[in-house]
């Protein structure tokens, strides 16, 4: 007679509600095994035939069929862990251990591999509930402590046929089995909307910061002052400012005559040009290319009229052998991100000094947007603040100068430019640049239209959207 053995130190629980009992799986099933890769391996794979299910096919809520292999009947008949119909299948390795799914009656034939455990069960009227306490939290921490190997991926059958799990009498077994079929489907609900909350928890501080600007940019965010100087007059300021430039030879004089925006007396929005003698050419209705309704205060121009866009340095190759006693770091696409300043990486290339021009070394108050990047990053800018003077943008990037030397003034021109209203119009004007790039021109981000604020209000509008920012960021 076999003399009695010990166990508590094996059950997971210290009682049982009365009429359990502790039942080792071993004595539940009649078939505790794995199978194997057919011989040949993959080679042996074809589109029809029995199934061979894999890891990646089987889950707690059932079989998943979509990717699975078939081998040749030839091969199926010659092996011993055929599934039958009412199976509990058992992944044993990977990340995926301890999934868990019974196999539906009827069901073609099929076969698994090594890395599959195969369960069938004394009496079929077991396996629903041998399955909720397989996938139970109670024995997929028996399955974790169980595994074996220098890696622990791995639950041997041996391992798995000495698991214990509590047992119900039967009828308690089916209410079980009956309750938890009613409350999957609130569960499963319940799963998708904190699945939804923790999407919108990600997505939130985005959401706001979108908005936030877009408010800012719509003359929303901040009260207007009558008092303040009206945005006309500090475009006309920027105007001077720009034939300085032209006059010094810093800067062409625009193509075609400088761009005036105003409101008509029928209430719409006209463009004008006006050449370096003062010539106007005939007014053009440009208000179907407004984007959205300003204050009265406010002004509408073109970038070109308000920021000197030029592209960041190119260079070859060999350039970043040299080894210079001075070098200048060179900020990508990659560095422009989601802050408001540049992103400093590790790996950002530096070149030497010699192949750098002193006037496209980056300066407080510049813009920078990728020129030719990714569709979801077209758009994405950066603002200059603090530079070491030892910095410049490639030459798959812009940088844009504000020809006001203001630094709320920049700053505002930055909130603008990161503003949905802004994204929106950059990827409407975007070309297809090889198989995943997109490439926006100097001419169409010219063309853009930016609402300009009295300078004023600007300086209040950038304070309002920092105090935002940093209530989101802080979130």
Same mark, same amino acid.
């Given at each position: 007679?076999?003399?009695?053995?010990?166990?508590?130190?094996?059950?997971?629980?210290?009682?049982?509600?009365? +009429?359990?009992?502790?039942?080792?799986?071993?004595?539940?099933?009649?078939?505790?095994?794995?199978?194997?890769?057919?011989?040949?391996?993959?080679?042996?794979?074809?589109?029809?035939?029995?199934?061979?299910?894999?890891?990646?096919?089987?889950?707690?809520?059932?079989?998943?069929?979509?990717?699975?292999?078939?081998?040749?009947?030839?091969?199926?008949?010659?092996?011993?862990?055929?599934?039958?119909?009412?199976?509990?299948?058992?992944?044993?390795?990977?990340?995926?251990?301890?999934?868990?799914?019974?196999?539906?009656?009827?069901?073609?034939?099929?076969?698994?591999?090594?890395?599959?455990?195969?369960?069938?069960?004394?009496?079929?009227?077991?396996?629903?509930?041998?399955?909720?306490?397989?996938?139970?939290?109670?024995?997929?921490?028996?399955?974790?402590?169980?595994?074996?190997?220098?890696?622990?991926? +791995?639950?041997?059958?041996?391992?798995?046929?000495?698991?214990?799990?509590? @047992?119900?009498?039967?009828?308690?077994?089916?209410?079980?089995?009956?309750?938890?079929?009613?409350?999957?489907?609130?569960?499963?609900?319940? +799963?998708?909307?904190?699945?939804?909350?923790?999407?919108?928890?990600?997505?939130?501080?985005?959401?706001?910061?979108?908005?936030?600007?877009?408010?800012?940019?719509?003359?929303?965010?901040?009260?207007?002052?009558?008092?303040?100087?009206?945005?006309?007059?500090? @475009?006309?300021?920027?105007?001077?400012?720009?034939?300085?430039?032209?006059?010094?030879?810093?800067?062409?004089?625009?193509?075609?005559?400088?761009?005036?925006?105003?409101?008509?007396?029928?209430?719409?929005?006209?463009?004008?040009?006006?050449?370096?003698? +003062?010539?106007?050419?005939?007014?053009?209705?440009?208000?179907? %290319?407004?984007?959205?309704?300003?204050?009265?205060?406010?002004?509408?121009?073109?970038?070109?009229?308000?920021?000197?866009?030029?592209?960041?340095?190119?260079?070859?190759?060999?350039?970043?052998?040299?080894?210079?006693?001075?070098?200048?770091?060179?900020?990508?696409?990659?560095?422009?991100?989601?802050?408001?300043?540049?992103?400093?990486?590790?790996?950002?290339?530096?070149?030497?000094?010699?192949?750098?021009?002193?006037?496209?070394?980056?300066?407080?108050?510049?813009?920078?947007?990728?020129?030719?990047?990714?569709?979801?990053?077209?758009?994405?800018?950066?603002?200059?603040?603090?530079?070491?003077?030892?910095?410049?943008?490639?030459?798959?990037?812009?940088? @844009?100068?504000?020809?006001?030397?203001?630094?709320?003034?920049? %700053?505002?021109?930055?909130?603008?430019?990161?503003?949905?209203?802004?994204?929106?119009?950059?990827?409407?004007?975007?070309?297809?640049?090889?198989?995943?790039?997109?490439?926006?021109?100097?001419?169409?981000?010219?063309?853009?239209?930016?609402?300009?604020?009295?300078?004023?209000?600007?300086?209040?509008?950038?304070?309002?959207?920092?105090?935002?920012?940093?209530?989101?960021?802080?979130?």
């Amino acid at each position: 007679m076999l003399s009695d053995t010990c166990i508590a130190d094996e059950a997971p629980l210290e009682e049982l509600p009365k +009429g359990w009992a502790w039942a080792r799986l071993s004595t539940l099933f009649t078939k505790m095994g794995s199978g194997s890769t057919p011989a040949g391996g993959r080679k042996v794979y074809q589109d029809e035939g029995p199934l061979l299910i894999r890891s990646q096919n089987v889950h707690n809520e059932g079989l998943k069929l979509e990717d699975v292999a078939h081998f040749a009947y030839s091969l199926f008949k010659k092996r011993g862990s055929h599934v039958l119909p009412n199976d509990i299948l058992l992944n044993i390795t990977g990340a995926s251990i301890g999934r868990c799914a019974i196999v539906p009656n009827p069901f073609e034939e099929a076969d698994v591999n090594q890395h599959v455990l195969i369960m069938r069960p004394v009496d079929n009227t077991l396996n629903h509930y041998l399955h909720i306490a397989i996938v139970s939290p109670l024995i997929q921490a028996a399955i974790m402590a169980g595994q074996v190997g220098a890696t622990k991926e +791995g639950l041997s059958a041996t391992k798995a046929s000495n698991l214990i799990v509590p @047992l119900p009498p039967m009828a308690e077994q089916h209410r079980i089995v009956e309750h938890i079929n009613q409350l999957m489907p609130l569960v499963e609900e319940y +799963g998708e909307l904190e699945d939804a909350r923790e999407e919108l928890d990600a997505a939130l501080p985005s959401r706001l910061r979108k908005s936030v600007l877009q408010m800012a940019v719509q003359g929303k965010l901040v009260p207007q002052d009558p008092a303040d100087e009206p945005a006309s007059a500090l @475009l006309e300021r920027i105007r001077e400012q720009r034939r300085q430039l032209v006059a010094e030879k810093k800067m062409k004089a625009p193509k075609g005559g400088e761009s005036i925006i105003f409101r008509g007396s029928d209430g719409r929005r006209y463009e004008k040009r006006v050449d370096a003698k +003062g010539r106007e050419s005939e007014p053009t209705c440009i208000e179907d %290319e407004i984007p959205f309704e300003t204050p009265d205060s406010w002004e509408w121009a073109r970038l070109s009229s308000v920021l000197q866009l030029n592209s960041g340095l190119g260079y070859k190759k060999d350039n970043l052998a040299v080894k210079g006693e001075k070098m200048i770091r060179v900020l990508r696409g990659g560095n422009i991100g989601e802050e408001d300043e540049p992103l400093i990486k590790n790996n950002d290339v530096m070149i030497s000094a010699e192949f750098v021009d002193d006037n496209i070394l980056l300066r407080d108050g510049q813009i920078l947007t990728p020129s030719v990047t990714s569709l979801e990053n077209v758009g994405k800018t950066a603002i200059i603040r603090n530079t070491d003077g030892n910095t410049v943008c490639g030459g798959f990037v812009f940088f @844009l100068t504000p020809f006001l030397i203001d630094p709320c003034h920049s %700053e505002y021109l930055h909130r603008y430019l990161a503003s949905p209203a802004h994204i929106s119009f950059c990827k409407s004007s975007v070309k297809k640049s090889g198989q995943a790039f997109y490439n926006l021109s100097k001419a169409s981000l010219n063309s853009a239209l930016i609402a300009i604020p009295p300078l004023a209000e600007q300086h209040r509008i950038v304070e309002r959207v920092a105090e935002f920012m940093s209530l989101v960021t802080n979130q």
